[in-house]
Structure formats: C-alpha cells, structure tokens
C-alpha cells in the first residue's frame, strides 16, 4: 500500500542519541515549587481559575480554555497556589510571562479521575471534548490543542492516522524511550484516535536508527492486523508533517496547504500516549517525557517530568553538570529554544532540555554568502533560502513571501550546510515572526471595521425607529375625530 518516496533535501546530522536512549525512562523527585505558564500552547491564554492561598489537588483545573484553539492547565501535583502573575519563561529574550507559583505538599492527593468503561462505546465528539478538557497538545513540539485536530474527522474524510515516532532531531530520544517503554498503550491510543477521526488506516513511522523502538511497536501491534509499523529513514527533517507524509504514503500535502487535504493526519508518538491516558484514565496532561542531554550533562538520561518543574532540577536527577554549558536549549539542537536561566519550567512542549558545549554550537561568525547553492539543495520545501534570506535583509517582506517563506518549515537545514555560517533559519524566524504580527493587526483591523461598521448600521436602525414612531404619532395626533371615535 505505502509508496515510500524519498523526499528531497534534508541532512544527516550528528545524532548523540546513544546515551540518552540506552536508559530507561527515570521518574523525577518532587520539586518543592511548580511555576505554571497560563500559555503552555498554541492559541489564547488560559483563564485562570484558582487564586493565590487557594489549596488544590493533583489534576485538578486551575485555568480554563477561553476558545477551541487554547488548552486547559491543571495542577501537576496537590498543594497550594502561592502566586498568580510573572514567572520565568523558555525564551531567549529572558521575558516573563503570566502563570501560577505552586506549593507542593508533598501528598500526590489526586481529583476524582473520570474516565468511560470502554471509549470505543462513546461517540468520537464526546471523546475529543475529553481530550480538549485534558489540555492535551502536540508534544512533538508544536503545542497545537491536539482536540482541534482529533474534530478534524467531522469536517474531511481522513484515510490515514499517521504516528509520527521519527524522533529525527539529534539528541532527543524520549520518543524512542516511549515506544519501548509503553508501546502497547502507544498503539491504544492510535487506535482510539482512528475511531474518533473514523479514518480507514494507522501507519506508525519510526526512523530506521531505532530497532527496539520498531521491534516493541511491531509486537504491540500484532494483534490488530491494520496496523503498519514502517521504518523510515534516518533523515532530518523526517519529523515534518509534510516531510513524512510524502515518504510514508507519497502524497505530497500543496503549498500552503494542509495534511487534511491529502486524507492523513499526522500526530506525536508523545501526543498520542496522552490522548490514550485521557481517555482510558481520565488523566489530565500534567507530565511528560524530556530528554536531558548534551556533552555537559553527567550522566545523559530520559526523565518524567511534572509540567511546571524548574530545569536545574532535571540536570540534577542526571548527576548534574559536568562543566558550566555554552547554551541551555530546550527542545532539539535544530529548532529548539534557547534558554536564559536554570529557572524556567518544563512545559508540555518541552521534548528535551541541552546543555551543550561550544563544540556542539554552530560557529557565531558568519561570512558572505558565496553562491554555493547547498542552502538550495539542503532545503527539504525546494526553496531558495539565499533568496528568502536577501530578501528579509531588505526588509522587503512580500518578497520573501513570494520567494517562498509562507512554506518554510524553520527546520534550519539550509543554516546547517552554510560554509558561511550564515545563520539562515534566524531570518525567517524574524520574518515568519513579522508575517504573524502583520497578519494578526490586519485581523484586529478588519474586527475594528466590523465592529464600527455593525455600530453604525445599529445606530441608524435605532434612528430610523425613532424616527417611524415619531412619524406614527404624529399620524394619529392629525386624524379627525370622528374616525377615532369609529
Ligand atoms: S549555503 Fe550559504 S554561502 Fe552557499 S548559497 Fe546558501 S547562503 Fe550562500
Ligand atoms: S529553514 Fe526553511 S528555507 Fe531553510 S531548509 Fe528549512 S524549509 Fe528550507
């Protein structure tokens, strides 16, 4: 059935995953305080719901979801809500943002959890209202409220679940722990997905680097024959949603489009355990599995780690740092986020935690561009990256559009390869930033417009009202007397 394309482009950098898969998944001592960001995810901040001095118990809603696109966030633990305001944040600019300082108790007291007898009794909207009030998100990094994408089932005809178990980042393994450890809750959750989304097929795709990660997966699937685990190959960017569609079922997704529209949908081996334990356990996302890893970590390992726990405390279960790091980056080497201090918490998208050396970082000091066209061939999209790049230096935004940045995937490949060091993927961070930033005041704007607009066609109802009343009145003020005594 599967056509395995080979797509274009792509590198193969330095994997460093030996370490850190070669042990199993390391439970992590309670931190004495969790700091919850209120935005864990794509979309709107969370409305928060408890106060300061307010005690509350593991699992329980402290924020609310104000939209569909937004997630819920939950207490990781039982204890009590000392603050509501700024805590630190996994972002470069050291910026705080809005969340909840919490006590911890130490009790690990639980919610009453709620979960149906058999989920594949009840209807697939029920269970993806379960998933929303989860606070379930993609936690291969993109944080997107995986519920919006579970009603995706209701509005195209998807052929296809896709397990994205590539995990073709360099450095990060929890993935890979995650399929060995827990495969057969893994392939429940697919298939759990599959019933809500009524789709036709699972394929579960894992990069040929990772045999046990295949081998416990092809085992847990074997009792249920429609299950394909396929091995892809070890090629970054294989983890892109495109990138991986078109090798596993050779349908290519079009430009500016989406996964729906080529009947698959693709979802985090990670996403797809906490669909499971949601809907099965009725649990709450308020852990993961982070990959602690780099050359100035001890001993390099995968941990579980409560949403909201401070990192130093994550180096510290690994035996700590051996040396003091160049860069702290959470996520991948490729496309994480570099951090600013030892004080920000886990988040749900946080695969892995780096502490990484000079010799690990990419060279600082760039030189001028020589033509050589790598960027072009490394580009997994077919773009044209040293044109995007001169573009966006110009601050000539459209043209960067136009030369393709609206389907750059920010894998930094083409930076990668640059024997200039150019630092490529930086401009089309800034210019796919701004790109958003113009998008969202040109939809604030065109609110402000409706928002006058309804205002003066209300206002001119109300006169026109008025002014009939007005009329009507004096109609019947001017009728003789005798046609009103009639
Ligand atoms: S790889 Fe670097 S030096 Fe070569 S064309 Fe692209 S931007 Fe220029
Ligand atoms: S960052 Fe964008 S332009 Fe560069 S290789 Fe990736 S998709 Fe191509």
């Not at 989406?258 to 499971?276: E, F, K, M, P």
């Amino acid at each position: 059935m599967f056509n395995l394309a080979r797509i274009s482009g792509g590198i193969h950098p330095a994997g460093h995953k030996d370490r850190s898969a070669a042990l199993s998944i390391a439970p992590l001592p309670l931190a004495p305080r969790l700091f919850l960001p209120l935005r864990q995810h794509a979309g709107a901040e969370a409305l928060p719901l408890v106060r300061p001095g307010d005690r509350v118990l593991k699992g329980e809603l402290l924020a609310a979801s104000p939209s569909e696109v937004s997630a819920p966030i939950h207490a990781p633990t039982s204890g009590r809500i000392l603050d509501l305001g700024p805590i630190p944040a996994p972002h470069p600019s050291g910026l705080t943002v809005n969340g909840y300082v919490l006590e911890v108790d130490g009790d690990e007291r639980w919610i009453d959890l709620d979960a149906p007898a058999d989920p594949f009794a009840v209807a697939p909207t029920e269970l993806a209202n379960r998933v929303a009030a989860a606070g379930v998100v993609g936690l291969g990094g993109a944080i997107f409220p995986a519920a919006v994408k579970l009603k995706q089932g209701t509005r195209h005809e998807i052929k296809t679940v896709l397990v994205n178990g590539s995990e073709c980042e360099p450095y990060l393994t929890c993935d890979d722990r995650l399929m060995r450890e827990r495969a057969e809750a893994v392939v429940d959750g697919a298939r759990l997905i599959q019933h809500i989304l009524r789709a036709y097929s699972i394929v579960i795709a894992i990069e040929d680097n990772k045999p046990a990660a295949l081998a416990a997966m092809r085992a847990a699937a074997e009792p249920y024959g429609a299950i394909e685990v396929v091995a892809v190959p070890a090629l970054y960017p294989m983890g892109s949603a495109k990138q991986l569609i078109r090798e596993v079922t050779g349908r290519e997704v079009p430009a500016g489009g989406r996964s729906t529209d080529v009947g698959v949908l693709v979802h985090n081996v990670g996403t797809v355990y906490a669909i499971q334990q949601a809907l099965r356990h009725g649990r709450p996302l308020i852990s993961r599995v982070v990959t602690v890893a780099g050359s100035c970590v001890t001993n390099p390992r995968n941990v579980e780690a409560l949403i909201g726990t401070p990192i130093q405390a994550l180096f510290d279960a690994c035996g700590g740092l051996s040396k003091t790091p160049r860069q702290l980056i959470m996520g991948g080497p490729m496309m994480g986020t570099v951090l600013p201090s030892y004080e920000v918490p886990v988040i749900k998208g946080a695969t892995g935690l780096l502490a990484l050396d000079a010799h690990e970082l990419p060279r600082a000091e760039a030189s001028p561009c020589i033509r050589c066209a790598r960027c072009v061939d490394a580009c997994p999209m077919g773009l044209t990256p040293l044109e995007m790049a001169a573009h966006t230096r110009a601050e000539d935004l459209d043209g960067a559009m136009q030369a393709g940045l609206r389907d750059c995937i920010l894998c930094g490949c083409c930076s990668y390869v640059c024997p200039s060091h150019i630092p490529l993927v930086r401009y089309f961070q800034y210019a796919t930033g701004k790109a958003d930033e113009r998008r969202s005041a040109s939809r604030k704007m065109e609110h402000i417009k409706q928002m006058t607009e309804a205002r003066a066609a209300r206002l001119a109802e109300e006169e026109a009202a008025k002014a009939a009343a007005k009329a009507a009145k004096k109609r019947k003020a001017a009728k003789p007397a005798d046609e009103v005594e009639s």
